[in-house]
């Protein structure tokens, strides 16, 4: 029997005209609308626009060419326009629900994804990425996918750097809830990390994961397996299932390998081992007279002396073989040789120790990387060596041992050569200060009979035995490779090896030619920055995601400063399977990758690359270029007709400056706004709208009444205004003598706990570090508790109206804690000092605090709580105040509609580059309510948006016109092309556009021309119902408005003067007979109008209509 093909589908989902979450969630099934020849069996493909913008559903097409909808959704019919008329449809049966990143709109369009604008058979390129993606999914129980997700980032980071130590094992919440929604059946919420899988929070049901209570709340790391007696990590896991590292397939049993074997190496083992003790154990029992201590004869004294000698050397061994053990599991190396304190004699002690350790299928391989315990310069130091347990005799063994001199030797490692003749018994090889060719002719010549590589670290009296776990680890890090080498093994990971191609470039020579202008341009230089702050290896994509931009532009930098290098050194290039010379080598190791959310192709810098690139960042050439190349004038407004994206760019100029970058870089719409959000929550970012009513009041400061909550008393208080808050908030920072930072423009506020007396409410607070109030969390009374206190803002635990008990910074939002049986409305705190009693007074400019509950407390600054909570907290002495360089941007949105003298007042004079705090020509001012002295931080940018059709740039405030610069925002068809929001079915909206602002710049002028953002929305809707949406309720009143409702000069702009037919006219015209609407004779009146125009609904929904504009 012939089977029936089945044909593969995309549609699209307008969430905001029909719920299709919601629908498909409830129903499973859904009748829809079908506009395409499907058939029974045929799989549908969702995507779901608006602010999901994601292939969200997968589902099968049950029956087609259906005459009605039988099944009832019309409670997710948001619109109207699914009303069971559209005459076609079919059935589609969910299948599967997409949940995660990998199915979003950004990430499909690379694989060549456009948004549908009708039903489009599925692409192959989309199709394959889909099934690849596929290939490694698993959906596990959410709390099963939290530890998942926690161990795959502790494993990665392992992977990415093996010397890796425990604060890399520290993850954010969001990391880790991020990837576990990748793995995740349902919703992963942010109460999973910080309570349900935490082990730290009283509320926990699982023991998973563990917070850092010394650096940082957010922060999580992985519980050791036996942490805790139980639920560390989830049972009856599939140890077959295949997850996704570093763009790897491993398996559930390799992970919980590295959970169970590796990770306890990072946590905490290396406290554990005494590396000092062993040190000086050698320093003080070397060639100690020994022998057996039951022989017989011996006086008890001399026995005495020979356990104790024993028990010294063995104790000894035992450290060592707790290194031994500790390095192996950690680079899946084996102790292959049993350790002795005892020399060859078994006469003496030792005057070396010596921990072997190998790979173990290279057991009987006489190379090994050892861990040597001597003596050097009159003290003992661990020496970490590529040895080889050989006389010299076989000359086939040493040949391939001294390979390792065919790699350039890793000297920013700490790496040197050193010559052993003969016995190492004295352990005091001789460091050779001779080139590699020098070393290799001797070695060649039987002058040097063994070279080893190693790395020295000597003894420091002021570190800690986690100081030397962690330099043996880097250590063995790096003779690892050589090992590799000399054993012959094949490394896959990275190509092309040193054997097969080395560039031959210095690390002063990297550094001379990055660092010249005339041979690299410094703005390619961002690839090589950002790797090597990633430790020097990462995927293009991998550095797009952190510090912004995409992929492409970064793999363009690299491509293009190789190229540059190659130029200036000629150095030879790197031929690979196809013949093709490459670029990219001249710079890097490189490896593919499988599909991965993390990019296909990762760059591993080269070795003198990493040195140079460090010598340029010690010498601040980063810094002095992203001066250079990133600066903005402080004081800038945007300015154009209506519609040309002004307030949209006034937020990718925002995070342009405050991260350092040009506006260029930023091409990622969701990106630019979901980065603009964080920074405006972290408070860097701030706006306001002018109009004709706004005031010094509101900008600068003025005197608001403040009412208590019984409305008995009144009485009034200086507020500062959003701008003075603003440049406050960005002046300084204050950091404790612990790194703690606090903002010293924080809001300081006070909170009467229950009542200001010691009470139990209070001591829990003390306590469980938050603070209370008994006002349910959604009351107006709670608002400003729950609204208007950011993080890092400061509390005032209230006492008496003279005095507080308790100091404390706000650490997140506003809770409600249900296992509380009153003052539940609360919000987390760290609590600078408790259990106080001090009087505020003199630091409250001699104020008593306000009997409401919650009150703000104006006329403290943060200097002066912090000196307070000093004389009770030795842990914030020696506080330092720093000035806060970041940017901070304050957006004036319509700018030119306020009245500028009236909102600036004094402080016009105040926001000149020259005139801010620190510059040269540096200027304050008193403010008239306060008597504050005040100024503009340097480091505060004003943005303005002006529209030009509002009001004429020429009659803006002169005073203000001098200070800003202005740059100019016009209609750009152009960018409803790069958008592919330029067609309606076969009508060109941005040749129509442009024709449209061609005339109307001809009758009137170009400030009063149309703008393309009103087009935007056809990128995800290019359907003729939104056209004339944005007709009807955009273009024809704006043109109303420009024309002062002069109808004849519409048609002209619409191009209904000339027709084809009438009911393609927007605006309709007939002829008025004077005499049939009038009484009398109006012959001789003047200036009645000829002909009446009306409006002509019809044509909106007409393609014809627009199409004849042109």
Not at 125 to 136: G, T
Not at 284 to 292: A, G, R
Not at 790 to 797: E, F, T
Not at 843 to 866: E, Q, W, Y
Request: aromatic share 10%; with cysteine.
């Amino acid at each position: 029997m012939k089977q029936t093909k089945v044909t593969e589908w995309i549609i699209s989902g307008n969430p905001e005209q029909y719920n299709v979450v919601d629908a498909f969630h409830n129903l499973h099934r859904v009748d829809w609308a079908q506009k395409a020849n499907m058939t029974a069996g045929d799989i549908v493909y969702i995507y779901v626009s608006g602010n999901v913008k994601a292939i969200k559903f997968k589902c099968r097409v049950n029956k087609a060419d259906l005459d009605e909808s039988d099944i009832d959704d019309r409670e997710y019919d948001l619109s109207g326009q699914f009303d069971g008329t559209a005459g076609r449809y079919m059935e589609l049966e969910l299948l599967e629900e997409y949940v995660g990143d990998e199915y979003s709109r950004e990430e499909l369009m690379k694989h060549g994804f456009r948004s549908p604008q009708g039903p489009i058979r599925m692409p192959e390129s989309v199709k394959q990425y889909l099934e690849s993606i596929s290939v490694f999914e698993h959906r596990y129980p959410v709390n099963t996918a939290v530890w998942i997700a926690t161990a795959l980032l502790s494993a990665e980071s392992f992977d990415s750097n093996p010397v890796c130590s425990k604060k890399d094992m520290y993850f954010k919440q969001t990391a880790i809830i991020q990837r576990a929604q990748k793995l995740a059946e349902s919703s992963v919420a942010n109460a999973r990390c910080s309570q349900w899988c935490c082990a730290d929070n009283d509320n926990s049901s699982n023991n998973y994961l563990r917070g850092d209570s010394e650096e940082n709340s957010s922060l999580r790391r992985l519980s050791l397996l036996d942490e805790f007696p139980e639920k560390t990590h989830p049972e009856g896991l599939n140890m077959a299932d295949e997850l996704t590292m570093n763009g790897n397939k491993i398996t559930m049993e390799e992970l919980f390998y590295f959970v169970r074997e590796q990770y306890p190496t990072i946590i905490g083992n290396d406290s554990k081992i005494d590396y000092i003790g062993v040190l000086d154990y050698l320093r003080d029992n070397t060639d100690v007279p020994y022998s057996k201590p039951d022989a017989p004869g011996l006086a008890a004294e001399e026995v005495s002396r020979l356990l104790e000698v024993k028990k010294k050397g063995q104790n000894a061994i035992a450290e060592l073989k707790k290194m031994a053990e500790a390095f192996a599991v950690r680079f899946k190396l084996e102790k292959c040789m049993s350790m002795s304190w005892l020399d060859g004699s078994n006469t003496k002690t030792r005057r070396y120790l010596w921990a072997p350790l190998k790979y173990g299928k290279y057991a009987d391989n006489p190379v090994s990387v050892s861990v040597f315990v001597e003596k050097r310069n009159s003290d003992t130091c661990y020496r970490v060596s590529l040895e080889i347990k050989n006389d010299g005799d076989d000359k086939d063994i040493m040949k391939q041992y001294h390979s390792h001199l065919d790699i350039p030797l890793n000297v920013a490692a700490g790496l040197v050569y050193v010559s052993v003749s003969g016995s190492n018994e004295w352990g005091t090889p001789d460091i050779l200060n001779k080139t590699q060719d020098e070393i290799k002719q001797e070695v060649e010549s039987g002058k040097l009979k063994k070279v080893q590589i190693c790395k020295y670290i000597d003894r420091k009296p002021d570190e800690t035995n986690a100081y030397y776990h962690t330099e043996i680890t880097k250590a063995i890090a790096a003779i690892l490779p050589y090992y590799d080498h000399v054993l012959g093994i094949e490394k896959i990971e990275y190509y092309p090896s040193l054997a097969e191609y080395d560039p031959g470039i210095t690390a002063e020579e990297y550094e001379r030619i990055l660092g010249d202008e005339n041979i690299v341009k410094s703005a390619w230089l961002d690839t090589l920055h950002y790797l090597y702050l990633m430790g020097g290896i990462g995927t293009c994509k991998q550095i797009a995601n952190k510090y912004g931009n995409g992929a492409a532009h970064y793999n363009t930098n690299a491509i293009n400063v190789a190229k540059a290098v190659h130029k200036e050194t000629n150095c030879p290039l790197c031929a690979r399977d196809t013949g093709e010379n490459q670029y990219w080598p001249v710079l890097f190791y490189g490896r593919d990758l499988a599909d991965s959310a993390d990019g296909v192709f990762s760059y591993k810098m080269r070795e003198p690359l990493m040195e140079a690139i460090k010598a340029l960042e010690e010498r601040g050439v980063f810094q002095e270029m992203k001066e250079a190349n990133k600066e903005f004038d402080k004081n800038l407004i945007l300015y154009g007709p209506p519609g040309t994206g002004k307030t949209y760019n006034s937020a990718t100029y925002a995070v342009a400056i405050c991260d350092g970058k040009s506006v260029d870089e930023l091409t990622d719409y969701d990106a630019v706004m979901k980065r603009y959000n964080e920074l405006k929550k972290a408070g860097r970012i701030a706006f306001t709208t002018f109009h004709q009513s706004y005031g010094y009041e509101e900008f600068i400061e003025g005197i608001k009444p403040i009412i208590d909550e019984n409305k008995q008393d009144i009485g009034y208080t200086i507020e500062p205004g959003v701008f003075k808050e603003f440049c406050e908030n960005a002046r300084s920072i204050v950091r404790t003598k612990n790194g703690d930072s606090i903002d010293a423009g924080a809001r300081i506020w006070k909170l009467t706990i229950m009542n200001g007396d010691l009470n139990q409410v209070k001591q829990e607070c003390f306590e469980e570090n938050n603070v209370r109030m008994g006002f349910d969390i959604d009351s107006d009374e709670a608002r400003s508790f729950v609204e208007d206190v950011k993080l890092g803002d400061i509390i005032l635990s209230f006492k008496t109206r003279k005095t507080i008990d308790g100091i404390a910074i706000v650490t997140d939002e506003a809770a409600e804690l249900q296992d509380k049986s009153m003052y539940k409305t609360a919000r987390a705190v760290k609590w600078l000092a408790k259990n106080i009693d001090e009087d505020i007074t003199d630091i409250n400019n001699g104020k008593l605090l306000h009997r409401m509950t919650f009150a703000k407390v104006p006329n403290m600054n943060v200097k002066d709580v912090i000196k307070l909570a000093e004389k009770v907290n030795p842990g914030l002495e020696s506080t330092v105040i720093e000035e806060n360089t970041e940017p901070h941007v304050f957006i004036i949105d319509e700018i030119n509609r306020g009245n500028i003298s009236k909102i600036f007042g004094e402080l016009i004079t105040l926001i000149e580059s020259t005139k801010r705090a620190g510059m040269s020509e540096s200027a304050s001012a008193i403010l008239p309510y306060s008597g504050d002295e005040f100024s503009v931080p340097s480091n505060v940018y004003i943005l303005g948006t002006m529209n030009t059709a509002d009001r004429s740039i020429a009659l803006m405030d002169t005073a203000l016109r001098r200070r800003f610069q202005f740059i100019e925002m016009m209609p750009d068809s152009d960018v409803l092309r790069k958008i592919h929001a330029d067609k309606v079915e076969d009508l060109d909206v941005a040749a129509m556009l442009d024709k449209i602002n061609e005339r109307i710049t001809f009758l009137y002028d170009r400030e009063h021309t149309i703008g393309h953002a009103f087009f935007t929305g056809l990128k995800d809707d290019a359907s003729l119902s939104k056209l004339q949406s944005i007709f009807e309720k955009s273009v024809i009143p704006l043109l109303q408005e420009y024309f002062y409702e002069d109808y004849q000069k519409i048609q002209l702009v619409l191009g209904d003067n000339a027709k084809s037919d009438d009911s393609l006219k927007f605006i309709l015209d007939e002829k008025v007979v004077a005499k049939n609407i009038f009484k009398g004779n109006v012959e001789d009146v003047i200036d009645l109008p000829e002909k009446r125009y009306s409006i002509n609904n019809v044509a909106f929904g007409n393609i014809n209509s627009y199409k004849e504009i042109l």
